[in-house]
């Protein structure tokens, strides 16, 4: 990170015609950064935006559009949804992942995604710049930056918005000023969606106290009645929605959203820790993503063995903040990722869940790997693996060595 004060500027500089790859998204940030960099800097500027999930064809082909009009060289869309569970989300599920047992990690998990596949452009195209629209005050400009030191080193990274140390206001003023039209009113409400996920922002997350209302929630309520529905999992992966199967867990997942968003399930407020060390406040909505966890859970407690669970809980938790803050490359994460696979092994079977509005429960599961099997015995009545007997001399050599501790103890030191 930058050791400017908080009134210092970065000096951005003149591109004389020099290729740079922009993260584009269309909105206002990286709009500002086409017509500044093309502009006033003389960029050849290329862009490229990743889906990760958030976006229509219609809205890409609007992004597309607008890019263009702008004055960008190229435009790039990536269609990564497959990528993205296939590298990192798939890992979240074998890990039940919740940053602080509630945030499904929806955004920072997609712009590692993102950031790995604009590092790639920029090698394709041989670009000797890279531009992102962050600012100085998130997450992001620490996600964004990290990766490209260590995948494009020695290509010079480039961040308009926090070099300039921007308003909105400023931006809005440059672009009309440029004879740029687009929708500058900002919307009460900002909204990033993505397959694991949809966060929001707006004055209530601003502060330590505030829910956000009904209508800032960008999927609404529409399902009264209650409804059963039946995921099943094959290795740990989401294959099938009520019997209807899927080429890829990542359609399942927008299957099962379909179902469930509508009851307003998965809506919470993650309080977090960011990166660079202040504390924020998030809205989210994940119906598919909060189903999933909870049921993959379920089916895992009843096929793993208590010491795989155990060691599972501590490896995914290491595993879920070293990715929220970037460090998706660290070959650790690779070594924690080959665990979490092989701990998969025997979670298949099939899950039941109850979906109600703002709620939701897990019924049971049945599979054929279920260690709860009734011939090995039934908890709390009766037993077919062992008898009484056994459980007498299991007891006593169990608690052997604290016995011998107290007996030792007992005898070298005296009472008070």
């Known amino acids: 990170m930058s050791n400017q004060t908080s009134n210092e500027q970065v000096t951005i500089p003149a591109g004389e015609g020099k290729k740079i790859v922009l993260g584009f998204s269309g909105g206002l940030d990286t709009s500002y950064c086409v017509k500044y960099l093309t502009e006033d800097k003389g960029y050849e500027v290329h862009s490229i935006i990743v889906n990760t999930g ?28 497959k990528s993205y569970y296939d590298s990192i989300i798939k890992y979240l599920i074998y890990g039940n992942v919740l940053k602080n047992n509630t945030y499904p990690l929806s955004v920072s998990a997609e712009r590692l995604s993102q950031a790995l596949h604009i590092a790639e452009h920029v090698k394709k195209l041989d670009a000797k710049a890279v531009a992102h629209g962050s600012t100085g005050a998130g997450n992001d400009q620490v996600r964004f930056d990290m990766i490209f030191h260590i995948m494009i080193p020695g290509v010079e990274i480039i961040t308009p918005i926090r070099d300039l140390k921007l308003s909105r206001e400023q931006e809005i003023a440059y672009l009309k000023e440029k004879g740029v039209a687009m929708n500058f009113e900002k919307a009460a409400y900002s909204i990033n969606k993505g397959l ?80 660079i060390g202040i504390k924020g406040r998030v809205g989210f909505e994940a119906a598919a993503p909060m189903v999933i966890l909870k049921a993959h859970h379920a089916l895992e407690k009843h096929v793993l063995t208590k010491w795989q669970l155990n060691w599972k809980d501590q490896l995914a938790q290491f595993y879920g903040n070293w990715l929220h803050e970037g460090q998706i490359l660290d070959p650790v994460m690779r070594d924690i990722e080959a665990y979490l696979t092989n701990s998969q092994a025997t979670v298949t079977g099939d899950v039941f869940v109850q979906l109600q509005p703002y709620r939701f429960q897990i019924i049971g599961i049945d599979s054929k790997y279920d260690l709860m099997s009734a011939k090995f015995g039934k908890y709390g009545e009766m037993n077919t693996g062992f008898t009484g007997q056994d459980v007498r001399g299991f007891s006593k050599i169990f608690g052997n060595q604290t016995s011998i501790y107290y007996s030792v103890k007992e005898e070298n030191i005296p009472n008070p």
């Open 196 to 275: 694991w996920g949809t966060s929001v922002g707006g004055k209530e997350t601003l502060h330590s106290k505030g829910i956000l209302p009904e209508e800032a929630w960008p999927t609404q309520v529409t399902k009264k009645d209650s409804e059963e529905v039946k995921l099943g999992f094959e290795k740990g992966e989401l294959k099938s929605v009520n019997d209807q199967s899927f080429d890829h867990p990542s359609k399942a997942i927008q299957y099962l959203q379909s179902i469930a968003g509508a009851y307003g399930i998965g809506r919470d407020i993650h309080v977090g820790d960011t990166i």
């Open 54 to 81: 958030g976006f229509t064809e219609e809205e890409l082909q609007q992004v597309e559009a607008h890019a263009y009009k702008l004055g960008v060289k190229t435009h790039t869309t990536v269609n990564a949804v």
